[in-house]
């Protein structure tokens, strides 16, 4: 079975700090990870996404994330956040063509 | 805008009626997926379906619940005897079954109210 694990449930931020949210899976084979971001009102949407070659991943709006296969982590970073960044970030596993599995999500709140 | 659609957007229900949710996925996309969403809490998978077929159904998922997708285009979700647990997000989201990687494309959700 798949499993995503979100440590930090609630992140509050002044603007310009350094944003880093710890992502977690457990997954028995080969993984495809993804963190998604959910704009208040807004549906979910692709950050960015590792399927395979370089563990460290850029996604939109300045996002990166690394994949350590060692630590089973996927941790969501980026270096100097904006207001329009509060939001609440989801991490998400799948092993292939199969159901995605989702953390519990994590809210951001930056202070301007 | 051709993203995935949802309809309706929310409902309203006495517990015990039944309630049917629509979703239609972008055209080109062969695989649709159920979640199941409540606060605090982050997308639970309900079901998926590679074209016509039901391939995953999730254990927590109880025979209320019934989930179709006749001819492999839109989806309909129902749940009969609506109970006030069942008060939550319902997600719709798709993806192209062709790219092992390709990621999921989620709908605004209809969000049911059970009284």
């Known amino acids: 079975a798949q499993s995503v694990s979100q440590h930090n449930h609630h992140v509050i931020l002044s603007e310009a700090a350094s944003l880093e949210l710890g992502c977690n899976y457990s997954?028995?084979?080969?993984?495809?990870l993804f963190w998604y971001v959910q704009y208040p009102g807004q549906h979910l949407q692709l950050l960015l996404k590792y399927f395979s070659g370089d563990p460290l991943v850029k996604g939109i709006k300045g996002f990166e994330a690394e994949f350590i296969k060692s630590k089973f982590s996927f941790n969501l970073r980026k270096p100097s956040v904006q207001w329009s960044d509060t939001a609440e970030y989801f991490c998400a596993v799948t092993g292939g063509y199969q159901k995605v599995t989702f953390g519990t999500g994590t809210k951001l709140q930056v202070i301007p | 805008d051709t993203g995935v659609s949802q309809d309706p957007r929310h409902k309203i229900t006495k517990r015990g009626q039944n309630v049917t949710f629509r979703c239609d996925p972008i055209s080109e996309h062969n695989r649709l997926y159920w979640y199941r969403q409540t606060l605090g809490q982050g997308p639970e998978f309900l079901t998926y379906f590679q074209n016509e077929a039901q391939l995953e159904k999730s254990r927590l998922l109880s025979d209320r619940f019934s989930a179709e997708r006749p001819k492999g285009s839109f989806s309909t979700l129902e749940i009969q005897r609506t109970e006030q647990g069942d008060s939550a997000m319902y997600l719709c989201?798709?993806?192209?079954?062709?790219?092992?990687?390709?990621?999921?494309?989620f709908g605004n959700g209809t969000r049911l109210t059970v009284t």
């Open positions: 989201a798709s993806r192209q079954g062709t790219t092992v990687n390709s990621p999921l494309h």
């Open positions: 997954y028995g084979g080969t993984v495809n």
